[in-house]
């Protein structure tokens, strides 16, 4: 294709934005978190599995859940995706809000105890 002045104009590189630095960031440090702070999520051989054993399956729907807020939320602050989307954008919007208070509503409820445990061995002299 051509214009009226025959030259064409060159492809212009999008610049960075800060939001992709940001983004970059975050999931840097995501990364290291997971690496130095939650290595046993990622190794079932260590020894903190052994506190998570008894609960462990009710931790997989609550770390997807977690997941998919954190995916989705950037979108719902895309400006050029709430233009183009509307529709996609109020879904995933009221998806997110239900979802969210739902899971707020069954840890509340939650079977598990979390009460902390009697100490070991002979109790501590008192004064």
């Given amino acids: 294709m051509s214009n009226s002045t025959g030259a064409m104009r060159a492809p212009t590189i999008r610049p960075l934005r800060m939001k992709h630095l940001v983004f970059a960031a975050i999931a840097a440090m995501a990364a290291y ?14 020894p903190a599995w052994n506190h998570y054993d008894p609960f462990k399956w009710w931790l997989l729907p609550h770390g997807l859940a977690g ?19 509307t529709a996609v ?28 445990k009697a100490p070991r061995g002979p109790s501590p002299s008192r004064p």
């Fill in 89 to 116: 954008h109020r879904t995933i919007g009221t998806l997110y809000v239900v979802a969210a208070s739902s899971w707020r509503r069954s840890d509340s409820t939650s079977s598990i105890s979390t009460k902390p």
């Fill in 67 to 85: 997941a998919c807020a954190l995916l989705l939320v950037p979108m719902q602050f895309a400006e050029g995706f709430r233009r183009r989307h």
């Fill in 33 to 46: 978190v997971l690496y130095h702070n939650e290595r046993f999520l990622i190794d079932a051989t260590l």
